[in-house]
């Protein structure tokens, strides 16, 4: 299935598949749903230039998307993880409830592996083993009873992403300029986003904000895809390289800077896109409020500090070309860790969808965990 944007806009697309058993109708944009027997996903590597879904029927296709960030953003890579364990519990091919749930971890390892920084991978998967290990009856209603967990750790996700939207957008003041980096919105998600959705609720509030897109090198992800995110809503927007945050900031062009996160120390040190820490530094060295919007899934309160987060590191063609055009010479070495880690003293609010932790995080974010989700 392919539409190009200036045909059908994806709204169009999306609603083209009004029986999906998973689809929110209130939503308007979505990244991941089952129908049809399969996994449909949006393929964010053709975007901006064309809107394609690819579908998988198999785990491993599913996997596949997940390395090759088809599907990318911490929430929604959680989600993909939990449908491909889903569909690979549907073709196992085991004669005991044991023998079942050693294949199922087994699989589940080998989806953990394809992006280990982000946490919500390995939250997502640990709890549909969990289900399945828990689970008193038939193991053979597994399969069916591990796909519709899969369907509620997304429908929770967009339920999740609306709470945080709420609580951030209650920071923000009328007419603020606010810098984002990579992609946090619905496409980072399963819908309306963490931190480009606080963005896009105070939008929807008519408080007159404006975003400062960074382009976010390697991959693109600002320019590509929060840029079309941006347009999509409406949202006044100005697209920057990288390298010219330092310079608005320091014409005062920057009132916050408001970042998503891939994975949260207990302590609050923050694990995001390469370049959040330089980011960090400079609204430090400005005086402006450095903000990280995440859901709860994202804290690892195994991991005490940075040092524990593993980085992933990708395939040096990722910083050696652009769009499939080598700019770099042949035989030059690159380092390509796709992550940073931003220490907490940097960090001025971490806003979850049970409320803001502030410093001391440590405290805060344990006490949010323990909070009931607020509406
Ligand atoms: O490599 P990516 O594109 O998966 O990295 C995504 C990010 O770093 C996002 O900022 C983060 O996952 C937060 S998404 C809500």
Not at 100 to 108: G, P, R, W
Not at 112 to 119: F, I
Not at 159 to 172: D, P
Request: charged share 20%.
């Amino acid at each position: 299935m392919q539409f190009r944007i200036g045909n059908f806009g994806l709204r169009i697309l999306l609603y083209s598949n009004p029986k999906s058993a998973f689809r929110n109708s209130k939503s308007n944009m979505r990244t991941i749903w089952w129908e049809e027997e399969r996994v449909k996903l949006l393929d964010q590597t053709k975007l901006p230039h064309r809107v394609e879904v690819v579908e998988c029927t198999r785990w491993e296709e599913v996997a596949e998307a997940i390395r090759t960030l088809k599907i990318r953003g911490a929430p929604a890579i959680g989600v993909a993880g939990a449908f491909a364990l889903a569909l690979a519990a549907r073709t196992l091919p085991s004669r005991t409830r044991e023998e079942f749930l050693e294949a199922l971890t087994h699989i589940s390892r080998q989806i953990q592996q394809t992006r280990p920084t982000a946490v919500n991978l390995s939250w997502a998967l640990h709890r549909l083993l969990q289900f399945a290990r828990n689970y008193p009856g038939n193991f053979q209603e597994l399969p069916s009873l591990l796909l519709e967990e899969a369907g509620r750790i997304a429908q929770e996700d967009i339920e999740t992403n609306r709470a945080i939207a709420r609580h951030g957008s209650s920071l923000i003041k009328p007419g603020e300029r606010i810098l984002t980096y990579c992609n946090t919105g619905s496409l980072a998600t399963v819908d309306y986003g963490t931190a480009l959705g606080i963005i896009r609720a105070a939008h929807e509030q008519g408080k007159g904000v404006h975003v400062y897109v960074c382009e976010t090198r390697p991959v693109l992800q600002g320019a590509r895809l929060t840029a079309w995110e941006v347009l999509q809503y409406g949202i006044p927007a100005t697209l920057i390289t990288d390298n010219a945050a330092g310079f608005l900031m320091r014409k005062g062009q920057v009132d916050r800077v408001l970042v998503g996160a891939d994975r949260i120390a207990r302590n609050g040190d923050v694990a995001n896109k390469i370049g959040t820490y330089t980011l960090a530094i400079l609204a430090r060295f400005h005086g402006i409020p450095f903000i990280v919007a995440a859901p709860l899934s994202s804290v690892d309160f195994e991991a005490p500090d940075g040092w524990a987060i593993p980085i992933e590191e990708r395939p040096p063609e990722e910083v050696t070309h652009i769009g499939g055009l080598r700019i770099a010479p042949e035989g030059i070495q690159v380092a390509n860790p796709a992550f940073d880690v931003t220490p907490a003293d940097l960090v001025t609010a971490i806003v979850t969808e049970r409320g803001i932790a502030t410093p001391p995080f440590k405290e805060s974010l344990e006490g949010l965990r323990s909070r009931a989700m607020v509406s």
